[in-house]
């Protein structure tokens, strides 16, 4: 029997690399011989697990904006030999970020500009390639700061500068990109969805709530988001998918002439996983939460629909479950499983994650071989 680990990392709990580690563990000890593969969609984890796969890079570190303006140390991945810099949004921009006391620091104050300085950096550091994973992220201001930060201005009708602050997205008439720092580079955005910058699976309606928007909010942002793609990209009117990855970091990246890639699809090039899965009997993938996101290009339901090209069965491990037995086998997977072991609450849940998932591989291992 033999077996490919293919887990994304789990916020807060534990990394891809970790998860590879403890499943294989387990696996090995009892006779099925197991393969662990670092993955990322696009999201958190994108550098590292670029790094791990690619075997010569080392990290590098800049001082940024966090997305409340206060100075943090950001790092990000760099392979010399390609002077390629591979940079998780999610170090400068993350959703823990945004966060004080349990409560969302008001999207209306919060921006992108962390992440488009650590893009800037890489550039001074001599990247003449950036990869930039756009998952995890906590703000919602269609990449605004990002763009601000790599030397774009923002001008309403009347030629007034404007400043970098959601609110501008309402006013803005035309967009000056000609003092932008990445002009001879190029640009890959990695995205770990598919959504659109608006409507209902874009960046406000289905993920801002997640980062703080109340319902007041939505209304808002949303017909800000609107109507600045109707300015700045009248042709597609931040209809590409991708668009909405990163509250719309996504859509500003494209503005710059980014090449729009699903993580996924990169990273496992990378790893070389198809190959491994097709010399495998069966899959074990997963996530943190299972559920209606998941299905717009998250790392499991690639996972499994590679699996299920190949005709392997596959089992999803998650953290919490919110799809019916329906819907997790139509994107492919034999079975989900929780790692949720009593009644508990999210601190716990994520501090147990690692003994968790042990026990829950250990359980499921004889049923395997």
Same mark, same amino acid.
């Given at each position: 029997m033999k077996a490919v680990v293919a887990i994304d990392s789990f916020k807060g709990s534990f990394s891809s690399a970790e998860a590879a580690s403890i499943v294989t563990q387990v696996f090995n000890q009892n006779g099925i011989q197991s393969t662990g593969v670092i993955l990322a969609d696009g999201g958190e984890g994108t550098s590292e697990a670029f790094l791990i796969n690619h075997g010569d890079g080392q990290w590098l570190t800049a001082t940024v904006h966090d997305p409340c303006g206060n100075l943090v140390v950001a790092k990000y991945g760099y392979i010399a030999a390609k002077r390629l810099a591979v940079i998780d949004a999610a170090m400068a921009s993350g959703l823990a970020l945004v966060q004080s006391n349990g409560k969302f620091v008001d999207p209306m104050t919060t921006t992108s500009t962390g992440t488009g300085e650590l893009i800037a950096a890489a550039v001074k550091h001599g990247a003449t390639q950036v990869i930039v994973g756009l998952g995890g992220t906590g703000t919602t201001d269609a990449g605004l700061g990002l763009l601000g930060a790599l030397g774009a201005k923002f001008y309403n009708n009347q030629q007034q500068l404007l400043p970098v602050k959601p609110s501008s997205l309402d006013v803005i008439d035309h967009i000056d990109l000609s003092a932008i720092v990445t002009k001879k580079i190029k640009l890959v955005a990695c995205s770990d969805v598919d959504g659109y910058l608006t409507g209902p699976s874009g960046a406000v309606q289905m993920f801002g709530p997640q980062k703080g928007l109340t319902d007041v909010n939505l209304v808002r942002f949303e017909r800000w988001f609107q109507r600045f793609a109707q300015q700045v990209d009248p042709q597609a009117k931040g209809q590409v998918a991708g668009d909405g990855a990163a509250g719309g970091m996504g859509f500003a990246l494209r503005l710059l002439g980014a090449t729009m890639t699903p993580g996924f699809q990169l990273l496992s090039e990378v790893a070389k996983l198809k190959d491994k899965i097709a010399d495998a009997d069966i899959?074990?993938?997963?996530?943190? /939460?299972?559920?209606? /996101?998941?299905?717009?290009?998250?790392?499991?339901?690639?996972?499994?629909?590679?699996?299920? /090209?190949?005709?392997?069965?596959?089992?999803?491990?998650?953290?919490?479950? &919110?799809?019916?037995?329906?819907?997790? &086998?139509?994107?492919?997977?034999?079975?989900?499983?929780?790692?949720v072991q009593q009644i508990t609450d999210l601190d716990h849940a994520i501090g147990a994650g690692k003994h968790n998932l042990s026990l829950l591989m250990e359980r499921l291992a004889p049923l395997l071989v």
């Amino acid at each position: 029997m033999k077996a490919v680990v293919a887990i994304d990392s789990f916020k807060g709990s534990f990394s891809s690399a970790e998860a590879a580690s403890i499943v294989t563990q387990v696996f090995n000890q009892n006779g099925i011989q197991s393969t662990g593969v670092i993955l990322a969609d696009g999201g958190e984890g994108t550098s590292e697990a670029f790094l791990i796969n690619h075997g010569d890079g080392q990290w590098l570190t800049a001082t940024v904006h966090d997305p409340c303006g206060n100075l943090v140390v950001a790092k990000y991945g760099y392979i010399a030999a390609k002077r390629l810099a591979v940079i998780d949004a999610a170090m400068a921009s993350g959703l823990a970020l945004v966060q004080s006391n349990g409560k969302f620091v008001d999207p209306m104050t919060t921006t992108s500009t962390g992440t488009g300085e650590l893009i800037a950096a890489a550039v001074k550091h001599g990247a003449t390639q950036v990869i930039v994973g756009l998952g995890g992220t906590g703000t919602t201001d269609a990449g605004l700061g990002l763009l601000g930060a790599l030397g774009a201005k923002f001008y309403n009708n009347q030629q007034q500068l404007l400043p970098v602050k959601p609110s501008s997205l309402d006013v803005i008439d035309h967009i000056d990109l000609s003092a932008i720092v990445t002009k001879k580079i190029k640009l890959v955005a990695c995205s770990d969805v598919d959504g659109y910058l608006t409507g209902p699976s874009g960046a406000v309606q289905m993920f801002g709530p997640q980062k703080g928007l109340t319902d007041v909010n939505l209304v808002r942002f949303e017909r800000w988001f609107q109507r600045f793609a109707q300015q700045v990209d009248p042709q597609a009117k931040g209809q590409v998918a991708g668009d909405g990855a990163a509250g719309g970091m996504g859509f500003a990246l494209r503005l710059l002439g980014a090449t729009m890639t699903p993580g996924f699809q990169l990273l496992s090039e990378v790893a070389k996983l198809k190959d491994k899965i097709a010399d495998a009997d069966i899959v074990v993938t997963g996530e943190g /939460q299972l559920d209606q /996101q998941s299905l717009h290009g998250k790392l499991p339901v690639q996972v499994a629909q590679l699996a299920r /090209q190949y005709h392997k069965p596959c089992f999803c491990v998650a953290g919490r479950i &919110q799809l019916t037995m329906s819907e997790i &086998q139509a994107a492919g997977f034999t079975s989900a499983f929780s790692l949720v072991q009593q009644i508990t609450d999210l601190d716990h849940a994520i501090g147990a994650g690692k003994h968790n998932l042990s026990l829950l591989m250990e359980r499921l291992a004889p049923l395997l071989v």
